[in-house]
């Protein structure tokens, strides 16, 4: 008779505080969206596998800006151009704090980065070392074609990009591309995959934060082991620089080197050893997933639409000629292979929630009240898809940039890959670089044409939803040296 009463009397107050939270919406004038369930509220709206598609679904009923209750977090989605607008730029101060997931509590290190690593008269210093790597990533390409072995295309785009991040940061490189068994940057893919896959998974602790102790799902452990893994090998450069320094060697003049000497303008305080670790694991989980999965999407598209690889390799004929390779002063002249990269990011954009936003203060848009403590979730993937922006919009269709002045800079909210204002992704600029660069390149030098089998039965597609969009099958090409 008891456990019936405490039964009773526990559906009561679940249902008088479900009743509680309809009412304080209504009251407080927040978007619409769809009817929360008790307790868990809108989670089984969204999903856990694809939740930029669920996310998008739910707009087309509820509007483009729109409130979902995920567990115990209001949670604000825009999913219009203009709704981004309101959150990215008209109301920027109030929602530049980024809403960390539980999972990982790594510090905010854009400053620096935008300052030091991603400067554009750095990155303009640097051009030397990006011409080696993607050379270095020619030549192996070659020897692949000339084995007639298959092109793992995200694997070579990504010890590429990798080589330079490490060279950039430590003056060496973590791996090498012609390690046949590919084991060094193979592992360390993994460990990235992991990482970004631990980060973006719909995670308990970020919906009811009550249970945060607990961690049910064990995420915290399964990245203890991956912090574990990455900090290693981080930290053995720092301890290998810090010897070097000791015993009088002259400097590097790396990213290392700065961070070193880095003294803050506030209170003259340097970096710890656990800050430059997690600075280090922001960075390179960034850079190399944004740039890989960039390079690998655009390759794909072109291997599914002949044309439009025709096109970007007529223009390469005629623009470069016989140059033997391109500079990133022939980027500019190349405008259908920009047009490609834009087309990507338009249909793929690395993050397509970008990363969570809060509310700091409470302010209305669009007649509507976002509330203080809110977390604001930007669908950057469905304002690419808007049909009432873009003619045919699931058409991978790069001649639509050529008819329209757009860039992916922040400034034009129908195309916002990387986001925009204070919280833009300060690695953009180095992103933007290695894209245009690798992929032309890659196009310059070799004819590109999928397996046989792959051709029989369709290139797949399919997303793979971690912190960025992926492919799930990895692209697997054959390249024909022109």
Not at 301 to 313: D, Q
């Amino acid at each position: 008779m008891e456990l019936v009463l405490y039964g009773l009397c526990a559906i009561i107050l679940v249902s008088s505080l479900y009743l509680l939270r309809l009412f304080d919406n209504a009251r407080r004038n927040l978007p619409p969206g769809p009817r929360p369930l008790p307790l868990i509220g809108n989670l089984l709206d969204v999903g856990a596998q694809l939740p930029h598609q669920s996310l998008s679904r739910l707009a087309q009923r509820h509007g483009p800006l729109m409130t979902l209750h995920l567990g115990a977090v209001t949670t604000i989605v825009a999913s219009s151009s203009d709704a981004a607008r309101d959150i990215l730029q008209r109301h920027d101060a109030a929602f530049s704090a980024h809403a960390v997931p539980e999972v990982v509590r790594a510090c905010a290190h854009d400053r620096v980065c935008s300052a030091e690593l991603f400067a554009p008269h750095r990155l303009d210093a640097q051009q030397h070392l990006r011409s080696e790597k993607v050379n270095r990533l020619v030549s192996h390409v070659a020897r692949l074609a000339r084995e007639g072995a298959v092109v793992d295309v995200g694997r070579v785009v990504f010890t590429t990009v990798l080589n330079l991040l490490s060279s950039t940061v430590f003056t060496v490189d973590l791996t090498d591309l012609d390690d046949d068994r590919g084991e060094s940057a193979g592992n360390f893919k993994d460990v990235i995959t992991e990482f970004s896959s631990c980060v973006g998974m719909p995670n308990v602790l970020d919906f009811f934060p009550a249970v945060a102790p607990l961690d049910p799902q064990r995420l915290r452990r399964r990245l203890a082991r991956v912090f574990a893994r990455l900090h290693a090998v981080f930290d053995k450069q720092i301890e290998r620089r810090m010897r070097d320094r000791a015993a009088g060697e002259p400097p590097k003049n790396d990213f290392l080197d700065v961070l070193l000497d880095y003294r803050s303008t506030e209170d003259g305080r340097s970096f710890n050893r656990q800050t430059l670790l997690s600075l280090f694991t922001d960075l390179f989980a960034a850079a190399t997933d944004t740039t890989t999965t960039g390079v690998e999407w655009a390759m794909a598209e072109l291997l599914r639409n002949p044309p439009s690889m025709a096109k970007a390799r007529e223009e390469l004929d005629r623009v470069i000629g016989s140059k033997p390779k391109i500079e990133e002063s022939d980027i500019s002249q190349l405008d259908y292979l920009q047009a490609v990269v834009k087309e990507t990011f338009r249909l793929h954009p690395p993050a397509p929630l970008l990363l969570p936003h809060r509310a700091e203060t409470t302010k209305n848009i669009g007649g509507y009240t976002v509330p203080k403590g809110a977390r604001i979730l930007v669908n950057v993937w469905v304002i690419g898809r808007d049909s009432k922006v873009w003619c045919e919009p699931n058409e991978f269709m790069p001649e639509r940039f050529l008819q329209r002045e757009v860039d992916f800079n922040g400034h034009n909210f129908d195309l916002v890959p990387f986001g925009s204002g204070r919280r833009i992704c300060p690695g953009m600029p180095l992103a933007v670089r290695m894209v245009h660069l690798m992929l032309a390149s890659l196009l310059h030098r070799f004819q590109w044409t999928l397996p046989p089998d792959v051709e029989k039965k369709g290139l797949d597609m399919a997303e793979d939803f971690r912190v960025v969009i992926a492919l799930t099958t990895p692209l697997q090409a054959i390249a024909t040296p022109i």
